[in-house]
Nanobody, 123 residues
């Protein structure tokens, strides 16, 4: 069982930046691929970014490519999502998730989820 805790969300103006963190309880954190998803009110949960266990390969949704960066520090059991040039349409609850397999864009392939952190971008 992996317990994930997100932090770093908040209110920011358009064009601003935030860095989300996802701390894992599991010492074998490096065994897991990590994904980031978000869900806006009235919308389905959508893929944002993912990173392989080794951190060398990342994937991004087209809507965030070039603005968001996924990274991880396996020594600290923590994954990060650096979000730059934020837009009002980025407003959502952001979730991190862990997968025992390869990272994918499909939420159902992830085994463990955090509780989410709210990101609000004002115009």
């Amino acid at each position: 069982q992996v317990h994930l805790v997100e932090s770093g969300g908040g209110l920011v103006q358009a064009g601003g930046s935030l860095r989300l963190s996802c701390a894992a309880s599991e010492r074998t954190f490096s065994n897991y691929a990590m994904g980031w998803f978000r869900q806006a009110p009235g919308k389905e949960r959508e893929f944002v970014a993912a990173i392989h266990w080794h951190g060398l390969v990342t994937y991004y949704a087209d809507s965030v490519k070039g603005r968001f960066t996924s990274s991880r520090d396996n020594a600290k059991n923590t994954a990060y999502l650096q979000m730059n040039v934020l837009k009002p349409e980025d407003t959502a609850v952001y979730y991190c998730a862990a997968s025992t397999s390869f990272p994918t864009v499909i939420a159902g392939t992830y085994n463990y989820w955090g509780q989410g952190t709210q990101v609000t971008v004002s115009s």
